[in-house]
């Protein structure tokens, strides 16, 4: 391979906050080897449509604090096609970029470990993602900021759940894995938890809600993840509300949504997203490409890509214990 001259970064998939602080430790670790840093704006799209940005040290000031993504972010349906991908190559190879910096979670490295494999441009991945449901690295970027905000908003729920008496089904993110709805039920001392890894007849939620609620009249908090089997929060308020048994019980529901995407990342996210964009760019150097950058027990660490997407990161099953215990 040429000697790096020019390399290129994007964001792409759900934004999360830490993204921007990635970005930044990419071009300043690039600078420092006196690379060039292409922004490709709006991910896999902007790529396809050569949405291409110059970007320099000075114009990543003032955004490590910043949640979002200064290159936007998008999911790309024609980067699925090998003509799509195709015209993505041709733009990289007539922009001069010579390897890629990929920031996103599973549906990006999956796209980014086809495209290194097809067009031989070398590309290393950063996790990013509030979802944490990537094997190879403990925590993903942006997910510390976006438990916090949930479990934020869990003690605010508590306060108006405990004046009324009511139980509220809080509905966090997380697509298909729990680790926000789990680690939030714990630091939130929620009742009860439902996640995707587990499941949990409507019978037996049934139960627990109908002791926890007739044991004590105070609140109870019930933390549902998106993913979770019967279908999320909306869906068993309908079956408690269908079941004459729950009739003195005061329903609410609160689904968090896309509140737990946005806002200022947590020191613990910057950090993160500062070692990893800085590794990316070391490991491009170093000629490896088709992996991903993780930090495991505190340690750099690089997973092929295909592991990354075809593994799955399990939950600590131990912290699901402590919730029943606890609650
Ligand atoms: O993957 C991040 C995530 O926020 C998931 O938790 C959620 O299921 C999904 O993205 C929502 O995607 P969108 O912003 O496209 O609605």
């Known amino acids: ?56 040290g000075r114009s990543v000031s003032n955004i490590v604090q910043q949640g979002g993504t200064i290159l936007k972010s998008a999911r790309s349906k024609r980067f699925q096609t090998p003509e799509g991908r195709a015209r993505a190559a041709a733009n990289l190879r007539e922009a001069g970029v010579q390897g890629l910096v990929a920031i996103g979670g599973d549906g990006t490295l999956r796209g980014a470990s086809i495209f290194t494999e097809e067009h031989h441009i070398p590309i290393v991945g950063c996790p990013g993602t509030i979802d944490n449901d990537l094997f190879g690295t403990d925590e993903t970027i942006g997910y510390d900021t976006a438990l916090n905000t949930a479990l934020e908003n869990i003690d605010r729920i508590r306060d108006t759940a405990d004046a009324h008496d009511r139980l509220f089904l809080v509905e966090v993110m997380g697509r298909d894995a729990g680790f926000i709805a789990l680690n939030c039920a714990i630091g939130g001392g929620a009742e009860l938890v439902l996640i995707p890894e587990t499941l949990v007849e409507l019978d037996e939620i049934k139960e ?76 491009l150097l170093e000629g490896h490409s088709g992996v991903m950058v993780g930090i495991v027990n505190n340690e750099v660490k690089l997973t092929s890509m295909r592991n990354v997407w075809s593994r799955k990161k399990n939950i600590n099953y131990e912290l699901l214990k402590l919730t029943q215990l606890l609650s």
């Open 1 to 56: 391979m040429d000697t790096l001259k020019r390399i290129g970064v994007y964001t792409s998939g759900g934004d999360a906050p830490g993204m921007n602080a990635c970005v930044r430790a990419v071009v300043r670790t690039a600078a420092a080897h006196d690379l060039e840093v292409i922004g490709i704006r709006r991910g896999y799209a902007g790529m396809i449509e050569g949405d291409f940005v110059e970007i320099d």
């Open 208 to 283: 627990r809600i109908h002791s926890l609620m007739s044991a004590q009249t105070r609140s109870s908090i019930v933390v549902v993840a998106e993913g979770e089997e019967l279908g999320g929060a909306q869906r068993i308020e309908q079956a408690l509300l269908e079941d004459g048994a729950f009739s003195h019980i005061d329903i609410r529901v609160c689904i968090l949504g896309h509140t737990q995407r946005g806002g200022s990342p947590t020191a613990r996210d910057r950090v993160l997203a500062s070692r990893l964009g800085a590794a990316a760019v070391e490991a």
